[in-house]
């Protein structure tokens, strides 16, 4: 099984910087990824991470450090449409395709 | 257009009256799964498929039923519904071609009654 935690709620400001960190327990990773989801509609791909390291696009940035079982989602110069809950999700190796997500972390961007 | 399609996207009924939720996906993709979605818990996987007449359990399969006669459709079904069954149904697929990213379709918001 995998545990994955991610915080619940994040608040920040139009125009910052935000890190939203995940961490995990899994007995054979083999990726994790990013999701993006606004309230009531579908995830949407963000970003994926399967080495060590930084993963930029965009406005929006991943890390991977696998040995710290540990991510973060870096999203710069906020805008108000970021309001949304990013999702963290890691994939077993020994599952095949399946992900398994966290709960979500719930990001509101104030003017 | 890539996509997951999902029929009905609303749906409200009663306790015990079988129902199918229908997903397809026009991306060839070999796997499938169902999630359903309730708040403080998470996206929580139902059923998934590998392939073609391949199918197994996830986190929460009791009240579920779910086939694969072919590639791009995987039909979720209720038999006999209950009000703990009321969430928002999510399918997706996933392919080698698509580095096994996750397409989601729209969404099925379901109550019963």
């Known amino acids: 099984g995998q545990n994955i935690d991610q915080p619940t709620e994040m608040t920040a400001t139009e125009g910052a910087i935000v890190q939203i960190n995940c961490t995990y327990q899994?007995?054979?990773?083999?990726?994790l990824f990013w999701y993006q989801q606004h309230a009531g509609e579908a995830p949407t791909f963000l970003s994926y991470?399967?080495?060590?390291g930084l993963e930029e696009k965009g406005r929006f940035s991943s890390f991977l450090s696998r040995s710290k079982g540990y991510s973060y989602l870096l999203l710069k110069e906020l805008q108000m449409k970021d309001s949304a809950s990013y999702l963290c999700?890691?994939?077993?190796?020994?599952?095949?395709?399946?992900?398994?997500f966290g709960k979500g972390t719930s990001l509101l961007v104030t003017p | 257009e890539a996509q997951v399609t999902q029929n009905p996207r609303y749906l409200i009924t009663v306790t015990g009256k079988k129902l199918t939720v229908t997903c397809s996906q026009n991306?060839?993709?070999?796997?499938m799964s169902w999630y359903r979605q309730d708040p403080g818990l998470g996206l929580r996987q139902i059923y998934y498929?590998?392939?073609?007449?391949?199918?197994d359990k996830g986190d929460v399969p009791e009240g579920y039923k779910v086939s694969r006669k072919e590639k791009r459709n995987f039909p979720l079904i209720l038999e006999s519904p209950s009000p703990n069954q009321t969430s928002l149904y999510f399918c997706?697929?996933?392919?080698?071609?698509?580095?096994?990213?996750?397409?989601f379709g729209p969404g099925t918001r379901l109550t019963v009654t």
């Open positions: 997706a697929s996933s392919g080698q071609d698509s580095a096994y990213e996750q397409y």
């Open positions: 899994t007995s054979g990773f083999n990726g």
């Open positions: 991470n399967v080495l060590d």
């Open positions: 999700a890691v994939r077993d190796g020994d599952s095949g395709y399946a992900l398994n």
């Open positions: 991306m060839n993709h070999e796997y």
């Open positions: 498929s590998m392939n073609v007449e391949v199918t």
